[in-house]
């Protein structure tokens, strides 16, 4: 099966920074296949960016995605106060369908 | 402006059956376009996908849970459900609805999330 690994786990920045997430697979997947989410406190993730490098409805342009094969990074190039939260990213599509155990990016 | 809205239980009892519904409203869960999925999450952890279903096609479901699972859509009442069967303390998490936009598990809308905690 798939296994997704995110470095690092907590990445302490400040507001304006930029921020650069990684998300590794075991094997080689389809970027087609390759999705990045957004969980603050006590709220339901947000989908962020899917098919490696779309964003999704109403994400704003400093959030962008790259990478294939087994290598995947979701760059912040501004970090924004809002932006303060644990990032997941997901294999989806075919089997197996998983999440990485996330990113906390938060205020230094 | 599509909205997802679980009810059930927050507490169940070790070795019974965890239930949760999901109501779908702003638009039709009959649509063959969307998947609706089923995401935990446990207190402080990660996010775990449990299933999905679509109106026209089989569940698909995570092959741990498998044996003890089913999801199944209510088209009259425009809702799905979740029927988790001999429930641990494992079990405990925030449970998610979300609709799947492409295959079974790309979620775009999500629910509130509820807390199902299971203990005697």
């Known amino acids: 099966d798939i296994v997704l690994t995110q470095s690092p786990g907590t990445l302490s920045l400040s507001p304006g920074e930029r921020a650069t997430l990684s998300c590794r697979a075991s094997?080689?997947?389809?970027?087609?296949?390759l999705a990045w989410y957004q969980q603050k406190p006590g709220q339901a993730p947000r989908l962020l960016i899917y098919?490696?490098?779309t964003r999704a409805t109403g994400i704003p342009d400093r959030f962008s995605g790259s990478g294939s094969g087994t290598d995947f990074t979701l760059t912040i190039t501004r970090l924004e106060p809002e932006d303060f939260a644990v990032y997941y990213c997901?294999?989806?599509?075919?089997?197996?369908?998983?999440f990485g155990q996330g990113t906390k990016v938060e205020i230094k | 402006q599509l909205q997802l809205q679980e009810s059930g239980p927050g507490l169940v009892k070790p070795s019974e059956t965890l239930s949760l519904t999901c109501t779908v409203s702003?638009?039709?869960?009959?649509?063959?376009?969307?998947?609706w999925g089923w995401v935990r999450q446990p207190p402080g952890k990660g996010l775990e996908w449990i299933g999905s279903v679509s109106y026209a096609g089989s569940p698909y479901y995570t092959s741990s849970l498998r044996s003890r699972l089913t999801i199944s859509v209510d088209t009259s009442n425009n809702q799905f459900s979740l029927r988790l069967s001999s429930v641990t303390a494992a079990d405990t998490s925030v449970y998610y609805c979300?609709?799947?936009?492409?295959?079974?598990?790309?979620?775009?809308?999500w629910s509130q999330g509820t807390l199902v905690t299971v203990s005697s």
């Open positions: 098919g490696a490098s």
């Open positions: 094997e080689r997947t389809s970027s087609s296949y």
């Open positions: 979300a609709r799947s936009i492409v295959g079974a598990t790309l979620f775009d809308h």
């Open positions: 997901q294999h989806y599509g075919s089997s197996p369908r998983a």
């Open positions: 702003g638009g039709s869960i009959t649509s063959t376009t969307y998947y």
